[in-house]
């Protein structure tokens, strides 16, 4: 059982599309979205344990078993101090 700590955080990642365009309205797309998240929840090994998808954007709620690299952590802060 996955267990949220300092080491294995989840995280709550949201994606919005360009412009905000409502993309994500008609069930092709829809079903194009969720089949690349199962497939990238299969090949890299991590928790998705909630999704949603909207017109404009998606949220999810995911973890990993997998301890982050450290060039994933720079990159992160990198981003975060950018802004």
Do not use: Q, W
């Not at 990642?13 to 409502?22: A, I, Y």
């Not at 008609?26 to 928790?47: N, P, Q, Y």
């Not at 909630?50 to 981003?79: E, Q």
């Amino acid at each position: 059982m996955f267990r949220i700590s300092k080491n294995t955080p989840a995280l709550y990642p949201t994606c919005v599309t360009k412009n905000r365009l409502p993309v994500f309205r008609t069930a092709a797309l829809k079903e194009v979205i969720c089949s690349g998240l199962d497939e990238a929840r299969r090949s890299a090994k991590f928790f998705l344990f909630a999704y949603v998808v909207m017109p404009d954007h998606l949220h999810a709620i995911t973890g990993s078993a997998l301890k982050p690299s450290n060039a994933a952590i720079c990159k992160r802060d990198h981003r975060a101090t950018r802004n």
